[in-house]
């Protein structure tokens, strides 16, 4: 299911996923049904307003990642809240905590910018205490909508501030933890706070009666254990050298061969070598388009692709795994010393990654995923 795009901002594209359409038919549910074609409108836009502090809330998340000069690539919209997608998990502590206490910083300041004309509303409205203005949650008035917006953007700054992934505030605990024991304890620590506070969540929901809380622990269990699998997968790829998985190789290709030389033994990403410098790579891609055109009397020199990046063999396979992702490329030349020694590919990396995930349930770490469950604190709420 392909999402649709509302629009651009600073590069950013803001979409919506098509399971958003539930969030419409609740409206027209909550507000449509028995009610008034002005109750229907008052649905919408209070609606259209609860995701558009949402928009903000990862807006702010994008914002201080790219101020990171890490690479945002969009924000996606579900029933469940928001989903901003950021090139990888920030490493170093310092900035991981910026990043997501942005999102909450945003709620903060649209809650204080929503307070004066709040106030303005108690005073004229003759409302007393915060109790009072609580009863105005289901008015559908100015009045209403502005008490609802007001207290959402607090819920969203306390839910998102739980030390639980996949919550901000977990991130916040993981990154704290992470200065003083290192990446790797401090996401375990974090993943077992996240769990027990999970547990406790879904215990006093149970106590309380309401089902949606075990149902919000269960979310945070899966994805905190998600999360510690991830960065034990990446410290391990962090300690292994690449040379120990590239495919070792006795020369590369000389540029003065000609191109029918390159295809013996089927065509693949071939490294290009003078004496035992790397001087270029052959692109699969590449190879395969020029046959099309014919290849009498070319050679390799004349179509490889001359802005080589190589790799050492110490470097580690996250690096170089992290390297390729950037380049886009799906090969890189190992050297040593500056001397050509071997290739390392996306299916070496493959090989790799299966040795070090045994289990089948090899679940993804969705960063920032379902951190605002808007709707369930609009059933809290009321
Ligand atoms: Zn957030």
């Known amino acids: 299911m392909r999402s649709l795009t509302l629009g651009r901002v600073h590069d950013i594209s803001i979409k919506v996923h098509p399971t958003f359409g539930l969030v419409v038919l609740w409206v027209l549910y909550r507000w449509g049904v028995g009610g008034s074609f002005g109750s229907l409108i008052f649905g919408l836009v209070l609606v259209a307003f609860v995701f558009g502090c949402v928009v903000l809330h ?91 917006l007001f207290f959402t953007n607090v819920m969203l700054v306390l839910f998102n501030l739980l030390p639980a992934f996949p919550m901000d505030g977990g991130r916040v ?45 269960l979310v945070v269990i899966v994805v905190a254990r998600a999360e510690g699998r991830a960065v034990r997968l990446e410290s391990a790829m962090r300690r292994l050298r690449v040379g120990q998985f590239a495919l070792w190789d006795m020369g590369g290709i000389s540029p003065r061969q000609p191109l029918t030389y390159a295809l013996r033994g089927g065509p693949r990403d071939l490294v290009v070598t003078e004496g035992t410098r790397v001087v270029g790579m052959l692109w699969r891609n590449q190879l395969l388009h020029e046959l099309r055109g014919g290849i009498p009397g070319r050679t390799v ?64 770490a969705a960063a920032g995923f379902a951190e605002t469950i808007s709707y369930l604190l609009r059933s809290w709420i009321r």
Not at 80 to 109: C, F, H, K, W
Not at 317 to 345: C, H, K, S
């Open 301 to 364: 020199g004349d179509v490889m692709d001359r802005h080589v990046v190589t790799a050492d063999v110490d470097d580690s396979v996250y690096d170089v795994q992290q390297q390729m992702n950037e380049l886009n490329r799906w090969a890189i030349p190992v050297t040593e010393g500056g001397i050509y020694r071997g290739i390392f590919t996306a299916d070496r990396f493959v090989h790799v990654y299966r040795q070090l995930t045994p289990s089948p349930f090899r679940v993804r």
């Open 173 to 217: 605990l993981r990154a704290a933890l992470s200065a003083g024991f290192g990446r790797e304890r401090g996401t375990r620590t974090a993943v077992i706070v996240g769990q027990v506070l999970a547990a406790l969540l879904a215990i006093v929901g149970v106590w309380l009666g309401d089902y949606l809380l075990p149902l919000v622990a």
């Open 58 to 148: 990862e807006l702010g998340h994008s914002f201080m990642a790219m101020h990171y000069h890490i690479r945002v690539h969009d924000i996606t919209l579900l029933p469940v809240g928001g989903v901003a997608r950021i090139e990888q998990v920030p490493t170093r502590p310092t900035s991981e905590i910026m990043i997501a206490l942005a999102g909450p910083a945003v709620n903060v300041a649209i809650a204080v910018a929503l307070l004066p004309p709040l106030l303005l509303f108690a005073v004229l409205s003759g409302v007393n205490s915060a109790g009072d203005l609580l009863l105005y949650l289901d008015r559908i008035s100015p009045g209403g909508m502005l008490v609802y």
